[in-house]
């Protein structure tokens, strides 16, 4: 079974940091692109950046230059640090990853739970 296990959200005021962590765990063949997603409570859920198993990223433009999405390949891990953090970042930021479970052939999508950052004025 695989599971997606966030960490490091909270409360911090604007023009503040916070780290996300992300560790993938269970029986994982291999895992591909790993992304953050964010949503507010009645919204859809948007994507917020996300990085190939290579290296690759890309941003949304809402985080372009203050957020950085990085992936640990020996912990299967991924990692999003934020800077200068807005009110508007506010949201439940959810990580996502495309693996392949052992005994499988096709990759498919799992999610975390859901971790919330709240971002006071």
């Known amino acids: 079974q695989v599971q997606l296990v966030e960490s490091g959200g909270g409360l911090v005021q604007a023009g503040g940091s916070l780290r996300l962590s992300c560790a993938a765990s269970?029986?994982?063949?291999?895992?591909?692109?790993m992304a953050w997603y964010r949503q507010v409570s009645g919204k859809q859920r948007e994507l917020v950046a996300h990085?190939?198993?290579?290296?690759?990223?890309k941003y949304a433009d809402s985080v372009k230059g203050r957020f950085t999405i990085s992936r640990d390949n020996a912990e299967n891990t991924v990692y999003l640090q934020m800077i200068s953090l807005k009110p508007e970042d506010t949201a439940v930021y959810y990580c996502n990853a495309d693996l392949r479970p052992i005994l499988t052939i096709t990759p498919g999508a799992y999610w975390g739970q859901g971790t919330q950052v709240t971002v006071s004025s």
């Open positions: 990085i190939t198993s290579s290296g690759l990223t």
């Open positions: 269970g029986s994982i063949f291999s895992i591909y692109r």
